[in-house]
C-alpha cells in the first residue's frame, strides 16, 4: 500500500453541479441528525427528481403492457420502452438500437453473455480470461461455467499500486482464451484500466470482449464503438436510475449468432410443439413482462446525464477525487488501498486499528454513509492481505464541503480506537 | 462522541476489544469457525472441557471491536461453567439478540454489549462468536 502524497487545493464546484445537486430530493434529508453525507454511491446512486418524475408520470399515465397490446396505453408504453433503448443505444454510441438488451443489472448481462454466448462455444482444453480487481458478479459468473464445462479461468494479476500486470497480461492472451472480460473502474480501489489497447490486442487474436463499465458510465463518457468491445455491461441504479434494470451491449452481429437466455413471452417468433423459432435481437433475450417503467426512467437518466454533461462530471470529479485521495492521506493512520494513476468513483482504506466495521458505524452517526467489507471483490482484498476495508465512493453531487466532513469523522475514528 | 455512539461504543467494550481475553489458538481441543460474508469477519473459538464442566475456551479472529469484544466476554462468562448451563446461556445471547421481542438479559462486563440493539446492522458482529461456540460445543474433539 502507499500514499498519495501531492498537495491539492480544494476544487471549486461549477455552477451546474450546484444546481443539479438541488435536484436529489434525497441529499436534503438528515441522517442521525446530521445533514446527510451520501458518500456509498459505488453501491448505488441516489434518483434526480426527473428521474422519480418519469416513473410516476409512466404509472399515473401510460402504464400497460408493451409489444403486445392494440390499445392506446399499450402503444404509448412500448414507444416510452423503445425510446429509452435509443437513448441507451445513443449513450453508448451504439451503431443500433437492437444492440441493447435491457436486463435486471450487469450482473444478470453477464451471466447472459456467460449461458447464451459463451457456454455453447466453451470446450474443455479453453480459457476465459479476467483479471485479479473483478467485482464477484465478473468472477462467479465465468467460475459457474468453467465447472460446466471444464474450461479454465485465467487471472490478469494486479500490482500494488492497483494497476494491471500488463506483461502477464500479453502472456495470458492465448488462443486457448475465448473470453476477455475486465472491469472498466475498479469498485474498490477506483483504479481506472486504460481498456482500449487491451481490447484491441483481444480483438486482434479474434477473442470476443466483455466490458464491465458498472462504475464507469456516471463518471466518464463510454463510447463502444472507440473503445471496441464486443459486449458491456452496466446497471441502472449506479447511474441514478431505479434498482432491476440495467444493460447488455452487445454487438450485432454477435447477438446473431447467440441462443436465447430465459424462454417465454415476447422473446419467440413461432411456438408449436413441434418446435419454436425465436425473436432476433434485443428481444430473443428479453423473455416476459420486462421492468418496463425502469427501463423508461433509465432513460431520463442517460438524458438528464447527456444534458448535465458526462465531460464536465468527468473534469469535476476528477479534481474532488485527487483532492479526497490527497486528504484522506494526510491522516497519520490511514492507508490507502492501491495507488493508481488514474482514479475514478472509490477510495478504499484501512485506518489502523480501527476495524471497517467499526469505521462505518462511527461515520454513520456522524450522517455519513460509506462501505465497509470486502465490496464484493473478495480476491482482490485477500491479494491485499486483508479481510476488509472501509469505502468512500463519489457521485458528481458530493462536495469538497463532504470530503471534508468525511476526514473529520475519520480521524475521531482514529482517536476511539487509538 | 455522541451519544449514541457513547451507548454503542462503552469503555468496558473498547478495553475488551483493545486488549482481548484468551485471544489465542487451544490446539488439541475443539474448535469451529464462522465467517460473516457481510463484512468479511471470520472467528474461530476453541474449547476444552471434562465430562461436564468447560475448562477453557479461547479465540482467534480477524473481527471488528464489536466482535472481539463480545468473544473476549464470553470466554470469560462461560469458562468453567458446566456445558450445559453454557449451551443455553449461549443460544439465549443469540436469540436475545436476533429476537428483537426479547432484549438479552446480560450481566457485568456483558451488559456493556446492549447498546448494540441500537445498531442493528451490527448484532452479527455481536452474536458470531457465540454462534462459533455452540458450533464448536457440536464438533468431534
Known amino acids: 500500500m502507499s500514499q498519495t502524497a501531492k498537495p491539492t487545493t480544494v476544487p471549486t464546484v461549477p455552477p451546474a453541479i450546484v444546481a443539479a445537486r438541488e435536484d436529489f430530493p434525497i441529499l436534503r434529508r438528515s441522517a442521525h441528525g446530521k445533514p446527510l453525507v451520501y458518500l456509498d454511491n459505488a453501491a448505488s446512486t441516489q434518483k434526480p427528481q426527473q428521474v422519480i418524475d418519469a416513473i410516476t408520470r409512466y404509472y399515473e399515465h401510460e402504464n400497460a403492457n408493451i409489444h403486445r397490446g392494440v390499445h392506446l396505453l399499450s402503444t404509448e408504453a412500448t414507444a416510452a420502452y423503445e425510446a429509452a433503448r435509443g437513448k441507451v443505444a445513443r449513450f453508448l454510441n451504439a451503431v443500433d438500437d437492437s444492440e441493447i438488451v435491457f436486463t435486471r443489472g450487469a450482473t444478470e448481462s453477464i451471466?447472459?453473455?456467460?449461458?447464451?454466448?459463451?457456454?455453447?462455444?466453451?470446450?474443455?482444453?479453453?480459457?476465459?480470461?479476467?483479471?485479479?480487481?473483478?467485482?464477484?458478479?465478473?468472477?462467479?459468473?465465468w467460475q459457474l461455467l468453467a465447472e460446466r464445462t471444464g474450461a479454465k479461468l485465467k487471472i490478469i494479476p494486479v500490482a500494488d499500486d492497483g494497476e494491471l500486470d500488463l506483461e502477464t497480461f500479453d502472456q495470458l492472451l492465448t488462443e486457448r482464451v475465448k473470453l476477455f472480460a475486465i472491469v472498466h473502474v475498479?469498485?474498490?480501489?477506483?483504479?481506472?484500466?486504460?481498456v482500449k489497447p487491451l481490447l484491441a490486442k483481444a480483438k486482434a487474436r479474434g477473442i470476443a470482449t466483455l466490458l464491465d463499465a458498472a462504475q464507469s458510465v456516471q463518471h466518464m463518457p463510454v463510447d463502444v464503438q472507440d473503445l471496441g468491445c464486443d459486449f458491456l455491461v452496466f446497471s441502472g441504479h449506479k447511474i441514478f436510475a431505479p434498482t432491476g434494470i440495467g444493460t447488455l451491449?452487445?454487438?450485432?452481429?454477435?447477438?446473431?449468432?447467440?441462443r436465447p437466455y430465459q424462454g417465454g413471452g415476447d422473446m419467440i417468433s413461432?411456438?408449436?410443439?413441434?418446435?419454436?423459432?425465436?425473436?432476433?435481437?434485443?428481444?430473443?433475450?428479453?423473455?416476459?413482462?420486462?421492468?418496463?417503467?425502469?427501463?423508461?426512467?433509465?432513460?431520463?437518466?442517460?438524458?438528464?446525464?447527456?444534458?448535465?454533461?458526462?465531460?464536465?462530471?468527468?473534469?469535476?470529479?476528477s479534481e474532488l477525487l485527487a483532492y479526497a485521495a490527497s486528504q484522506l492521506a494526510a491522516?497519520?493512520?490511514?492507508?490507502?488501498?492501491?495507488?493508481?494513476?488514474?482514479?475514478?468513483?472509490?477510495?478504499?482504506?484501512?485506518?489502523?486499528?480501527?476495524?471497517?466495521h467499526d469505521i462505518g458505524t462511527i461515520l454513520d452517526t456522524e450522517g455519513i454513509a460509506i462501505r465497509a467489507g470486502h465490496h464484493c471483490c473478495e480476491p482482490l482484498h485477500q491479494r491485499f492481505g486483508l479481510n476488509a476495508t472501509a469505502r468512500a465512493s463519489f457521485a458528481f453531487y458530493n462536495t469538497p464541503a463532504e470530503v471534508d466532513a468525511l476526514v473529520v469523522a475519520l480521524k475521531k475514528a482514529a482517536t476511539l480506537f487509538a | 462522541m455522541n451519544s449514541t455512539l457513547e451507548r454503542l461504543y462503552r469503555q468496558t467494550l473498547l478495553e475488551h476489544s483493545k486488549k482481548p481475553r484468551n485471544n489465542q489458538a487451544l490446539p488439541g481441543g475443539r474448535k469451529a469457525t464462522v465467517h460473516n460474508p457481510l463484512c468479511g469477519d471470520e472467528i474461530t473459538v476453541y474449547l476444552k472441557s471434562g465430562d461436564t464442566n468447560?475448562?477453557?475456551?479461547?479465540?482467534?479472529?480477524?473481527?471488528?471491536?464489536?466482535?472481539?469484544?463480545?468473544?473476549?466476554?464470553?470466554?470469560?462468562?462461560?469458562?468453567?461453567?458446566?456445558?450445559?448451563?453454557?449451551?443455553?446461556?449461549?443460544?439465549?445471547?443469540?436469540?436475545?439478540?436476533?429476537?428483537?421481542?426479547?432484549?438479552?438479559?446480560?450481566?457485568?462486563?456483558?451488559?456493556?454489549?446492549?447498546?448494540?440493539?441500537e445498531f442493528p446492522s451490527r448484532i452479527r458482529?455481536?452474536?458470531?462468536?457465540?454462534?462459533?461456540f455452540l458450533l464448536a460445543l457440536e464438533s468431534k474433539p
Open chain 1, 111 to 141: 451471466n447472459l453473455v456467460a449461458h447464451s454466448y459463451l457456454e455453447p462455444l466453451l470446450q474443455p482444453s479453453d480459457e476465459i480470461l479476467i483479471s485479479h480487481m473483478e467485482h464477484h458478479a465478473n468472477i462467479v459468473p
Open chain 1, 186 to 194: 475498479s469498485n474498490a480501489i477506483g483504479t481506472v484500466n486504460d
Open chain 1, 249 to 258: 451491449y452487445g454487438r450485432r452481429e454477435i447477438l446473431d449468432t447467440m
Open chain 1, 270 to 317: 413461432r411456438v408449436s410443439f413441434s418446435g419454436t423459432t425465436y425473436k432476433p435481437p434485443p428481444s430473443r433475450f428479453e423473455a416476459g413482462t420486462p421492468h418496463i417503467a425502469g427501463g423508461i426512467a433509465l432513460g431520463f437518466a442517460l438524458d438528464y446525464l447527456s444534458q448535465l454533461g458526462l465531460e464536465t462530471i468527468h473534469a469535476y470529479e
Open chain 1, 331 to 356: 491522516i497519520p493512520e490511514l492507508n490507502l488501498l492501491g495507488n493508481p494513476r488514474h482514479r475514478s468513483g472509490a477510495i478504499s482504506f484501512t485506518l489502523q486499528e480501527a476495524h471497517p
Open chain 2, 54 to 117: 468447560l475448562e477453557q475456551i479461547a479465540f482467534t479472529s480477524q473481527s471488528c471491536s464489536i466482535c472481539t469484544a463480545s468473544a473476549s466476554m464470553m470466554s470469560e462468562t462461560l469458562a468453567t461453567k458446566p456445558i450445559s448451563q453454557a449451551k443455553s446461556i449461549a443460544e439465549d445471547f443469540v436469540s436475545g439478540f436476533k429476537d428483537k421481542a426479547s432484549a438479552p438479559k446480560l450481566e457485568g462486563d456483558l451488559a456493556a454489549l446492549l447498546g448494540i440493539l
Open chain 2, 125 to 132: 458482529c455481536a452474536t458470531l462468536p457465540w454462534e462459533a
